[in-house]
């Protein structure tokens, strides 16, 4: 094994939005006490929503399956603590806007914990045994799409994948749970890391970085230097230009590898699978531990906060119980926005009541910006500028404010992945994302029967 560093440049456009990563970039990880009751949704997860394999009144234990994959494309889901299955009903949801079939857990104590299912070397598993047990866990991306882990690691038939790259870029403004993962379990990371590396049979492997983590970079590259990894693989932990969205898989493998994913295309096209580090580590603990992900770092944060700070919460927590946690709210005299994620791709909830899923990176509670006058578009070109998929937001603004969609859809609008860095540089103020998801949800709404 080799271990190179390396700085790389950037890709094409992006912005240089403010980090406000001070209040929890130094801030340990803590724990979270168990909640005495979680909703947890069937569907946490790109693909078919899973089906309950538990009924009302029953008894479970933490990291019981309580809800099956249902297709190739679905990941199950297990219980995050011991107790009793209160209800199987439809409970509002962090990201989709109805709500969505939950189960509900009161907690009941005590109860055994489940005995994981762990092995000693987890190298003598085959590629296959190790996908089933990342499978089985109910693994998926953690850093936002949330796709089943198992079925980025089985590219199509005919696919070959040289290349794998664990994004620990984290370039979201006020999120820091990945940049304190890599610093505290740094070593469990490495070791997922490798895991995937066996899977995939690739034989190279960036970790990548932003240069403002010089901590994270350092001890990343001491535990890749002393582990060895899979079948001679080579393995660079990259520092990468501050410049958001530095951690988009497209903008990643172009920085990185100079590859170009063609339009309507995927990673696995160009020969290169990306994975979180925070996907790295639940990984790690579910093929060496048998652990499944019942419990994930998030970053709780804002200027409306008292006490921000990292911690690992149970799948199915309400954001009430979170916040309430982190020391409550702080009042003033602006009304109050709770954030799932940053505040550039986030969305914005309307109750408390939603549950952390997998995919919560982060809760931020803000103050709600009051929307400023927007001025018509003056073709400055800024938002074509700094747009890193190449197109052009203020002509699908256009169309889209014409309800023109098929103009729109000339336009490769649905190329557009909704970072918010046209919308954050318009000087007329433009809602441009939100233009875009509109022409978005018309064009599917119209090829639906």
Request: charged share 20%.
């Amino acid at each position: 094994m080799r271990l190179i560093t390396r700085i790389f440049g950037s890709f094409k456009g992006g912005v240089h939005p403010p980090e406000h990563k001070e209040p929890t970039e130094s801030k340990p990880i803590e724990r979270m006490p168990l909640p005495s009751r979680v909703v947890i949704p069937l569907q946490q997860h790109t693909g078919e929503m899973c089906e309950p394999v538990v009924q009302v009144g029953d008894e479970v234990r933490e990291g019981q399956r309580i809800g099956e994959a249902r297709g190739f494309i679905s990941s199950p889901v297990h219980a995050s603590i011991s107790g009793l299955v209160a209800t199987i009903d439809s409970f509002p949801h962090p990201v989709i806007p109805t709500p969505v079939r939950s189960i509900v857990i009161e907690g009941k104590s005590p109860l055994v914990s489940a005995a994981w299912d762990k092995i000693t070397d987890w190298s003598a598993l085959s590629g296959k045994d190790l996908l089933d047990r990342i499978r089985d866990a109910g693994i998926v991306g953690l850093g936002g799409a949330a796709f089943p882990t198992h079925v980025k690691l089985s590219p199509p038939t005919g696919t070959t994948v040289d290349t794998l790259i664990v994004n620990g870029v984290e370039c979201e403004p006020c999120l820091t749970s990945d940049h304190r993962l890599m610093v505290e379990r740094s070593r469990d990371v490495v070791e997922g890391v490798r895991i995937l590396i066996k899977v995939l049979g690739v034989r190279r492997a960036y970790i990548a970085i932003e240069k403002n983590k010089p901590d994270a970079i350092k001890i990343m590259q001491e535990h890749a230097a002393n582990q060895p990894l899979w079948n001679g693989a080579a393995v660079e932990v990259v520092a990468l230009k501050v410049k958001y969205p530095q951690g988009a898989e497209k903008q990643l493998i172009s920085t990185i590898l100079r590859r170009e994913v063609p339009s309507g295309g995927l990673p696995f096209h160009v020969g290169v699978v990306v994975q979180n580090v925070g996907t790295a580590f639940a990984v790690y603990e579910a093929v060496a531990k048998g652990k499944p992900l019942i419990e994930r770092v998030v970053t709780v944060s804002g200027n409306r906060l008292k006490e921000p700070r990292n911690l690992v919460v149970r799948i199915g927590t309400t954001f009430a119980s979170v916040i309430e946690y982190a020391g409550g709210i702080v009042l003033g005299e602006h009304r109050v926005k709770v954030i799932m994620g940053g505040p550039m791709m986030g969305i914005a909830q309307y109750t408390l009541d939603v549950p952390v899923i997998k995919g919560t990176s982060g809760i931020l509670v803000v103050d709600e910006a009051r929307p400023g006058k927007t001025f018509p578009c003056v073709k400055c070109g800024t938002c074509v500028e700094v747009c890193s998929m190449s197109l052009m937001p203020c002509r699908l603004a256009d169309f889209a404010e014409r309800d023109d969609f098929a103009g729109c859809e000339t336009y490769h609008v649905r190329e557009c992945m909704e970072c918010g860095a046209c919308t954050y540089a318009c000087m007329s103020n433009r809602p441009l994302v939100h233009l875009v998801k509109y022409a978005k949800l018309n064009l599917s709404k119209a090829k639906k029967p």
